[in-house]
């Protein structure tokens, strides 16, 4: 995993991200809100590295964002009997537990016949 250094721009509202690493000279991510900028940034990152990346962020003036970083896991699951979920394999180091409830009893409807 790769540490990559982000920074936030804001002018009138509009907000937008950089990177001054090594490989990231030319990406740049925007959105309508820091938000939504924060995870195009990080999305727009690993695609553009082609690995998994934790975003070491500030904003344009240099002071931090107070926010933690933003990492990655991926996990490949599949379905044994319904309602369990095993995980199969996975990229972090932490456990991942998944609970789901067992879906509804279907019921078919049919027709009424009108005499």
């Known amino acids: 995993m790769r540490n990559v250094t982000v920074v936030y ?5 509009n907000w937008w991200a950089d990177s001054p690493d090594p490989g990231l000279e030319t990406f740049v991510a ?3 809100s820091f938000e939504e900028t924060r995870r195009l940034a990080w999305e727009g990152a690993e695609f ?11 904003m344009e003036d240099g002071t931090s964002v107070d926010a933690p970083p933003v990492t990655t896991v991926s996990l490949s ?3 044994s009997v319904p309602g ?12 991942v537990f998944v609970g789901l409830a067992p879906a509804p009893a279907v ?9």
């Open 9 to 13: 721009h804001c002018e009138d509202g």
């Open 30 to 32: 925007g959105g309508r």
């Open 48 to 58: 553009h590295l082609g690995e998994e990346v934790t975003l070491l962020e500030m």
């Open 77 to 79: 699951v599949r379905f």
């Open 84 to 95: 369990e979920v095993v995980p199969m394999r996975s990229t972090s180091s932490q456990a």
């Open 107 to 115: 019921e078919i409807l049919r027709p009424i016949e009108v005499a």
